[in-house]
């Protein structure tokens, strides 16, 4: 791995892409004071410029560097949840290329557990700029296939680190106005916050910062995404089939309800086993859902996992995958 970690840093110092896997999903890397390397994942997402990114780096004690005003609330957030899930937005210095920003007078700001994403922070130095590595609007990858899949010659090299563990993108918490709020739902929790920052969050509804990622239809895959209970789980997929849809059912199943559900469908659905544990549930998701992409499933129906700790990023993420977000 040695090797790799070096290429990894050549590629970033060359001003080149790099798919880089981090404990959240993998991101699409590059060099954050590099104006024209960051420009290039604008063009490798096909993404829209305004739309910014988040700059990753090695430790809490580099966003000094990257921020100009840091409250005391950043400081325990950071103590508390780096290296981690979690993304700050906080006022932005100079440091960062223009685009990184798309013109926001702030910046997200993250420090990765994942033993790769570190090992390439620490050697790189500075601060890396990387969005999930998808096309922009698609799920986020999870594993190296998913990024050759889908970037795949648009990006200089791809690292593997397996399979990545939380599955969904980190909790984005805006530190940037007197009301802190979560912009989007991850594995870090919105009580987790509040207990080390000593005060209550904003709802986001409140918020009235620009965060793309909550402004239209996201994390979508082709198939259309409807969300069901267990009991509509039958009558829906019946009713669809008798359309000529394709259909998939994600749900957590035992092998007889899943008999039972494909003799009343005549076997005319695919079933997707789908975690109702909310951890181990974020962790297949996406995976989830590109399997049903890969069956040309038309209608995927969801049964969620209950709204508790990751269940709570998985139903924000399923809910704009339905394009209810
Ligand atoms: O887990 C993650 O956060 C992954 C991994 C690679 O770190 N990254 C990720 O990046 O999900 P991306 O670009 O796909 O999503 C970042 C979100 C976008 O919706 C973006 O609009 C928002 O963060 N964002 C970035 N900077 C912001 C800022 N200054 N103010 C408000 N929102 C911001
Ligand atoms: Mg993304």
Request: net charge negative; aromatic share 4%.
């Amino acid at each position: 791995m040695t090797n790799l970690i070096a290429q990894a840093v050549a590629t970033l110092r060359a001003g080149g892409l790099l798919a880089l896997p981090t404990e959240t999903v993998y991101g699409l890397a590059a060099d954050a004071e590099n104006e024209i390397a960051v420009r290039r994942i604008f063009a490798a997402k096909g993404r829209p410029v305004d739309h910014p990114l988040i700059v990753h780096l090695a430790d809490g004690q580099q966003i000094d560097a990257w921020a100009s005003e840091i409250p005391t609330a950043a400081r325990l957030v950071a103590q508390a949840f780096w290296p981690g899930p979690l993304t700050m937005i906080l006022p932005r210095s100079n440091k960062a290329a223009e685009a990184v920003t798309g013109g926001l007078a702030t910046i997200g700001l993250r420090v990765p557990a994942h033993s790769v994403a570190q090992a390439v922070l620490r050697e790189f130095g500075g601060g890396v700029a990387a969005p999930s590595a998808n096309r922009f609007g698609r799920v986020s990858p999870t594993t190296a296939d998913h990024v050759r899949e889908e970037l795949g010659t648009a990006v200089e090299m791809i690292l593997d680190g397996g399979p990545c563990e939380v599955g969904v993108e980190s909790t984005i918490l805006d530190l940037s106005t007197d009301e802190p709020c979560i912009l989007r739902p991850g594995a870090i929790t919105a009580g987790q916050i509040e207990q080390v920052i000593g005060r209550a969050l904003v709802a986001p509804e409140k918020n009235t910062t620009r965060c793309a990622g909550r402004l239209e239809s996201h994390y979508a895959p082709r198939a259309a995404v409807e969300l069901v209970t267990p009991s509509e789980v039958i009558p829906r997929a019946q009713a669809l089939i008798n359309q000529q849809k394709r259909v998939a059912v994600l749900c957590d199943a035992t092998t007889e309800e899943i008999e039972q559900l494909l003799r009343a469908c005549q076997a005319r659905v695919l079933t997707i086993q789908f975690p109702q544990d909310p951890a181990a549930c974020a962790q297949q998701l996406y995976s989830a859902l590109r399997t049903a992409d890969a069956f040309q499933v038309e209608v995927a129906l969801v049964v969620p996992p209950p709204q508790v700790g990751l269940g709570i990023a998985v139903a924000d993420r399923l809910q704009k995958a339905a394009g209810k977000g």
